[in-house]
T-cell receptor, first 118, second 109 residues
Framework: GAVVSQHPSRVICKSGTSVKIECRSL??????MFWYRQFPKQSLMLMAT?????????EQGVEKDKFLINHASLTLSTLTVTSAHPEDSSFYIC??????????????FGPGTRLTVL | GQNIDQPTEMTATEGAIVQINCTYQ??????LFWYQQHAGEAPTFLSY????GLEEKGRFSSFLSRSKGYSYLLLKELQMKDSASYLC??????????FGGGTRVLVKP
């Protein structure tokens, strides 16, 4: 159990366009979903935390108007990169957790989405 | 703030043992995770420590000392497929994970 999917796995877009990435928990209800970004040869950097039905909490330095996050159901969260630019090219990874006791709750990672902005 | 340090790269020979150290200074502590990540793929869970001591799982073991802010991941009987990045991550408040920079392990024949 605890499978998380992401769609698309790869996307190439033109500069100035918007791209939507979906993150789904397939066999469990995810109260909380996290979005990470990873640049080549670097570690994962948390962008934002989203709880179902409420506004996402963004990490310092992440523009909430550029990276729109929606967590409308317990199995789906979306990240929309608006007006994408080449510097937004990165590997975007989501994770999902059931919530509850934070000491035992585990994050399950999706397979990632490779975004290339031309 | 959060600070997690681990070596950037390590090289070892097939069949050998490698120990990857991780030191951390975080505000709040709800456990430490180790993940394996192959190039272009998402991290996969290896181990979780919340209490001091050693957790053994097959060829992989993980150790934690909360008083020292220190953990290590031990990989035994190295195989070529173990060549990957290994990420140390600390869970602080609110279930958030903070990742270290990752250690790239190269296994040579």
């Amino acid at each position: 159990g605890a499978v998380v999917s992401q769609h698309p796995s790869r996307v190439i877009c033109k500069s100035g366009t918007s791209v939507k990435i979906e993150c789904r928990s397939l066999d469990f209800q995810a109260t909380t979903m996290f979005w990470y970004r990873q640049f080549p040869k670097q570690s994962l950097m948390l962008m934002a935390t989203s709880n179902e039905g409420s506004k996402a909490t963004y990490e310092q330095g992440v523009e909430k108007d550029k990276f729109l996050i929606n967590h409308a159901s317990l199995t789906l969260s979306t990240l929309t990169v608006t007006s994408a630019h080449p510097e937004d090219s990165s590997f975007y990874i989501c994770s999902a957790s059931r919530g509850g006791d934070t000491s035992t709750d585990t994050q399950y990672f999706g397979p990632g989405t490779r975004l290339t902005v031309l | 703030g959060q600070n997690i340090d681990q070596p950037t790269e390590m090289t070892a020979t097939e069949g050998a043992i490698v120990q990857i150290n991780c030191t951390y200074q975080t505000s709040g502590f709800n456990g430490l995770f180790w993940y394996q990540q192959h190039a272009g793929e998402a991290p996969t869970f290896l181990s979780y420590n919340v209490l001091d001591g050693l957790e053994e799982k097959g060829r992989f073991s993980s150790f934690l000392s909360r008083s020292k802010g220190y953990s290590y991941l031990l990989l035994k009987e190295l195989q070529m497929k173990d060549s990957a990045s290994y990420l140390c991550a600390v869970k602080a408040a609110g279930n958030k994970l903070t990742f270290g920079g990752g250690t790239r392990v190269l296994v040579k024949p």
